[in-house]
């Protein structure tokens, strides 16, 4: 490093969330990534701009974007037409990998972004059903979760709006085919559901997270390997990408302060 060199500031906590999420879409080819939350749409910006070239990327509305314009700017140069119809094409036949949000999720990764309680008579209205039933049983699903917490992480869901692997298998190989649930990415770890009964591991910690706080934060039992890996770090490369192309305005962070 030369004497005019400044040295990057280290990674965040929000930059390795990036990453994680990057990682969701690696050697996904010509899919739809369709990333739900600020985290997740600063990484499906880098997953494209590094190892996955020909992932497909929209404006939020009916537009694919031939280039990777910063967070909250119009894409400079337009590739295709993406009308609802098609959208659901894509949707319907396992095209497409969507990264969404859970206000509840359990063991075998029955998420619930509906209500809270019983219900006929709920606690809490959400968003409602929306989209998860088709998102789970018709095309790759990650969730990233913002803030790791028994409240969001709960034994059993109060009421399934995206389908987990115990109730896909129940319904039999037509909602099976499609469904797989990849990941799920919180500001403590990365999860994937990779164990003989297809219930939720830990499989990488982010940088400062212990297993215990995991544990803690978590309303059920994990999978815990012997050996649980750290998140992989940013390179050099993928900070300036995430940090002077993508997210020039640092909105990542408040999504995940430091």
Same mark, same amino acid.
């Given at each position: 490093? +030369?004497?005019?060199? &400044?040295?990057?500031?280290?990674?965040?906590?929000?930059?390795?969330?990036?990453?994680?999420?990057?990682? !969701?879409?690696?050697?996904?080819?010509?899919?739809?990534?369709?990333?739900?939350?600020?985290?997740?749409? #600063?990484?499906?910006?880098?997953?494209?701009?590094? *190892?996955?070239?020909?992932?497909?990327?929209?404006? /939020?509305?009916?537009?694919?974007?031939?280039? #990777?314009? !910063?967070?909250?700017?119009?894409?400079?140069?337009?590739?295709?037409?993406?009308? *609802?119809?098609?959208?659901?094409?894509?949707?319907?036949?396992?095209?497409?990998? #969507?990264?969404?949000?859970?206000?509840?999720?359990? =063991?075998?990764?029955?998420?619930?972004?509906?209500?809270?309680?019983?219900?006929?008579? $709920?606690?809490?209205?959400?968003?409602?059903?929306?989209?998860? $039933?088709?998102? &789970?049983?018709?095309?790759?699903?990650?969730?990233?979760?913002?803030?790791? +917490?028994?409240?969001? *992480?709960? %034994? =059993?869901?109060?009421?399934?709006?995206?389908?987990?692997?115990?109730?896909?298998? !129940?319904?039999?190989?037509?909602?099976?085919?499609?469904?797989?649930?990849? %990941?799920? #990415?919180?500001?403590?770890?990365? *999860?994937?559901?990779?164990?003989?009964?297809?219930?939720?591991?830990?499989?990488?910690?982010?940088?400062?997270? &212990?297993?215990?706080?995991?544990?803690?934060?978590? /309303?059920? !039992?994990?999978?815990?390997?012997?050996?649980?890996?750290?998140?992989?770090?940013?390179? %050099?490369?993928?900070?300036?990408?995430?940090? %002077?192309?993508?997210?020039?305005?640092?909105?990542?962070?408040?999504?995940?302060?430091?």
């Amino acid at each position: 490093m +030369s004497a005019t060199e &400044t040295a990057r500031p280290p990674a965040t906590r929000a930059e390795y969330c990036v990453v994680a999420c990057a990682e !969701a879409w690696r050697g996904a080819g010509e899919i739809l990534a369709s990333p739900m939350g600020t985290v997740p749409a #600063v990484g499906a910006r880098l997953a494209k701009l590094t *190892f996955s070239p020909d992932l497909l990327l929209t404006d /939020g509305e009916a537009l694919l974007m031939a280039d #990777v314009p !910063a967070l909250g700017q119009r894409p400079g140069a337009v590739e295709g037409w993406l009308p *609802f119809r098609q959208h659901l094409a894509l949707t319907a036949t396992g095209r497409r990998h #969507v990264m969404m949000g859970a206000s509840q999720i359990d =063991r075998y990764g029955n998420q619930n972004i509906s209500c809270v309680g019983d219900w006929a008579r $709920p606690t809490r209205q959400l968003l409602g059903v929306r989209g998860a $039933p088709v998102n &789970t049983l018709n095309n790759p699903t990650s969730y990233w979760i913002p803030k790791h +917490s028994a409240r969001v *992480f709960v %034994e =059993r869901v109060d009421m399934v709006s995206g389908v987990g692997y115990d109730r896909a298998a !129940a319904a039999g190989p037509s909602a099976t085919r499609y469904h797989r649930v990849t %990941e799920v #990415v919180t500001d403590l770890g990365v *999860f994937d559901f990779e164990t003989p009964d297809r219930t939720m591991r830990l499989r990488s910690l982010h940088p400062g997270v &212990t297993v215990g706080q995991v544990a803690e934060a978590t /309303g059920f !039992a994990l999978t815990v390997p012997d050996e649980v890996p750290c998140t992989r770090e940013p390179t %050099e490369a993928e900070l300036r990408l995430i940090r %002077e192309v993508v997210d020039p305005k640092g909105l990542r962070e408040r999504e995940v302060p430091a």
